[in-house]
């Protein structure tokens, strides 16, 4: 059963922090590339931070300084640590999963993943 479950969104005021969480089943969670996207109304989904294989991460310019991905391979959860958040943070954000271990400048191309989480909102004000 594929699953990908996010949780730990909720309202803050701008400046303050939000820990998000991506609780995979075994036969989902990928010890290859995952990533966290978000998307706001009436706006395209984005990336927003991936992490590869060997736990090398990257972080979009719009988190860079703010945001961190890491991932407990013994507990097959993924986390996005949220700080000094903004009004355009305000997004649904969802965690991804991809069957390949290095996706290089492919990390933040939705299509390079293959399981999706139903998300968890996140509004900043």
């Known amino acids: 059963h594929v699953q990908l479950v996010e949780s730990g969104g909720g309202s803050v005021q701008a400046g303050g922090s939000l820990r998000l969480s991506c609780a995979a089943s075994e036969d989902t969670y990928s010890r290859g590339c995952m990533a966290w996207f978000r998307q706001a109304p009436g706006k395209e989904r984005e990336a927003v931070a991936g992490i590869d294989s060997d736990g090398i991460t990257t972080i979009a310019n719009s988190g860079k300084g703010r945001f961190t991905i890491s991932r407990d391979n013994a507990k097959n959860i993924l986390y996005l640590q949220l700080n000094s958040l903004q009004p355009e943070d305000t997004a649904m954000y969802y965690c991804?999963?991809?069957?390949?271990?290095?996706?290089?400048?492919?990390?933040?191309?939705?299509?390079?993943?293959?399981?999706w989480g139903q998300g968890t909102q996140v509004t900043v004000s």
């Open positions: 991804a999963s991809s069957t390949y271990p290095y996706l290089g400048m492919g990390w933040s191309d939705s299509f390079e993943y293959t399981y």
